[in-house]
């Protein structure tokens, strides 16, 4: 360890010290796994139009052609491996820093990593549900459905997008055939996930708020807390004065609020964050904490 790595982020390293973090992840987290952001530096919403909640529900075509799309993009989602910032952040949750994990991602690479208080604000491409029944299930069941309806589908892509899907001509799509629930005839299956134009569940996003409010740090990491669904927790937390960190690569909406921000690669940041933290604490091996003798 340098001693102008340790100027630079020792302060932070004191905060995240005294625990009790309530971390906030987006996008910008997972692009050193291959899976591109919508507004950092690879810009996927540059050249992409998330599917909306209304076109996917009302527009057939369009829901075939998201799930051709998304059956390759899923390929890219599940083999994806968590990066060293998701291992510098299972690292502080495994140390006991952490008061929860709230992620607008939904490629489930923060589990992956190791970390266990994990709340997915807009859900999991891992899980389906059915829009008729409410039933759930995993997605490699579905995977395997259409692999088997589709078998000689294949088409060529260059970059899956944030929301797990890729860039395919409508022509490439054409004989696609989705499928249906199992368990209700004709039921809409959805990847459970929180389209654009879609609510997060209330319950969902309570369980975010009250985590918050606990906190007494709250750490952005990778959003750039475009939309109001990740940036009211940073308003939260600085109507309640507890103080807000931000590190992502680039500006952000939620700068004015915070009391530090880092433009910085968070694969590099994180782990030296976590090399500067005193080194987690052994229990006592003594019944009542008592030192013996």
Known sequence: ?????????????????????AVLSGAGLSTESGIPDYRGPSGALRRHTPMTYQTFVQDAVARRRYWARSHLGWRTVTGATPNAGHRAVAELDRRGLLAGI??????GLHQAGGARSVVELHGSLARVICLGCGGSSDRETLDRRLRAANPRFTAWYDT???????????????DFR???????PGGML????????ESVPAERVQTCFDLVERARLLLVLGSSLTVMSG????????KLDIPVVIINQGATRGDDYASLTVDAPLGLVLPELVRLLPPARTPDPSPLGHRSG
């Open 1 to 21: 360890m340098n001693t102008r790595t340790a100027e630079r982020y020792g302060p932070l390293a004191e905060l995240l010290a005294g625990g009790d973090v």
């Open 178 to 184: 989705t499928v249906d629930c199992l368990a209700c």
């Open 160 to 174: 899956v997008n944030p929301d797990g899907d890729v860039e395919l001509p409508d022509e490439a799509v054409t």
């Open 231 to 238: 940036r009211r927790f940073v308003v939260r937390a600085a």
């Open 102 to 107: 709230l992620t607008q991602n939904v490629d």
């Open 190 to 197: 959805k990847p459970d996930v929180v389209f654009f134009g």
